[in-house]
């Protein structure tokens, strides 16, 4: 039986997806959290529950929420919120889910 050699990547693609591996890990992407990992943070006082950052944001949300997702950003936590306007427009809400402050600029 003959076993067929596996494709050999030339040097740019292995580069290429290091560079990627690396940007990657630098930036420490954010990991979105479960249900259950939110209330276990809100329980021992971590974060905010989303309600009580929302009464804080409320002058900053003008429209309804269509989304929302609870992410851990290396030592932070943050609320990601996409808001439908009164306009018609959506717009995107990055809140620190320790104090319930806006991190947009």
């Not at 494709?7 to 979105?32: F, Q």
């Not at 276990?40 to 974060?47: A, F, Q, S």
């Not at 936590?77 to 809400?93: S, V």
Request: aromatic content about 4%; some cysteine; glycine content about 6%.
């Amino acid at each position: 039986m003959r076993c067929s050699k596996a494709p050999v990547m030339s040097a740019s693609p292995r580069i290429l997806l290091l560079s990627i591996a690396l940007v990657a890990a630098a930036r420490g992407w954010a990991e979105s959290l479960s249900p259950d990992r939110a209330r276990d943070l809100v329980r021992r006082g971590e974060i905010l529950s989303l309600a009580d950052a929302l009464v804080r944001l409320q002058p900053a949300i003008a429209g309804e929420i269509m989304e929302v997702a609870l992410e851990a950003d290396g030592r932070r936590f943050l609320y990601r919120i996409k808001a439908l306007g009164p306009d018609g427009r959506y717009r995107h809400l990055c809140v620190d889910a320790t104090i319930g402050a806006s991190t947009n600029r």
